[in-house]
T-cell receptor
Framework: DAGITQSPRYKITETGRQVTLMCHQT?????MFWYRQDLGHGLRLIYY???????DKGEVPDGYVVSRSKTENFPLTLESATRSQTSVYFC????????????FGSGTRLTVV | QKEVEQNSGPLSVPEGAIASLNCTYS??????FFWYRQYSGKSPELIMS????GDKEDGRFTAQLNKASQYVSLLIRDSQPSDSATYLC?????????FGSGTKLNVKP
């Protein structure tokens, strides 16, 4: 299916565990992004990638790791999950250029207990 | 840090009325502006983009941009209960979006 898909949709994990959230897009968009959305904070950028093997920090990168070995995949890893990382995580992709909007994935609701 | 400000609401309007959603931004050099709609529990979806001063219409939606005053607005005509959602204003600079925290709109039947 064409589009951008995230997995899993829901995840419960324990404090201290490593968790990886997956993001896959089929458009060959050059840019991919990870956001978290929390009540009172809106959407905050965690990491983004301009192309394969090019990643950069966003507003709230601490505690997260990303990689992009292929254009279509952009996984987000929580190295040692903390309760403050309980959130809804959205992946997005876009063509290069400020006249293009993002397309968001359906989100992953992560709960750290 | 680029700031995008929105009134969190909720904004309540009766069915059939015009809903007016407003947004201000901090960077005078910003050129690209977008409105997203987000239903509860869903991901944001793009409604409109605007790049030039003035109005841009798409069906029941009209985006308005005033770069001198650094504000963007979204008008929804003939509001429907299905328009009840959170509306996110966003500015895009150098391929990154900066989002407002959103305005919650309630359209009452």
């Amino acid at each position: 299916d064409a589009g951008i898909t995230q997995s899993p949709r829901y995840k419960i994990t324990e404090t201290g565990r490593q968790v990886t959230l997956m993001c896959h897009q089929t458009w060959s968009h050059s840019y991919m992004f990870w956001y978290r959305q929390d009540l009172g904070h809106g959407l905050r950028l965690i990491y983004y990638s301009a192309a394969a093997d090019i990643t950069d920090k966003g507003e709230v990168p601490d505690g997260y790791v990303v990689s992009r070995s292929k254009t279509e995949n952009f996984p987000l890893t929580l190295e040692s999950a903390t309760r403050s990382q309980t959130s809804v995580y959205f992946c997005a992709s876009s063509e290069s250029g400020d006249n293009y909007g993002y397309t968001f994935g359906s989100g992953t609701r992560l709960t750290v207990v | 840090q680029k700031e995008v400000e929105q009134n969190s609401g909720p904004l309540s309007v009766p069915e059939g009325a015009i809903a007016s959603l407003n947004c201000t931004y901090s960077d005078r050099g910003s050129q690209s502006f977008f409105w997203y709609r987000q239903y509860s529990g869903k991901s944001p979806e793009l409604i409109m983009s605007i790049y030039s001063n003035g109005d841009k219409e798409d069906g029941r939606f009209t985006a308005q941009l005033n770069k001198a005053s650094q504000y963007v607005s979204l008008l929804i005509r003939d509001s429907q209960p299905s328009d009840s959602a959170t509306y996110l204003c966003a500015v895009k600079d150098f391929n990154k979006f900066y989002f407002g925290s959103g305005t919650k709109l309630n359209v009452k039947p």
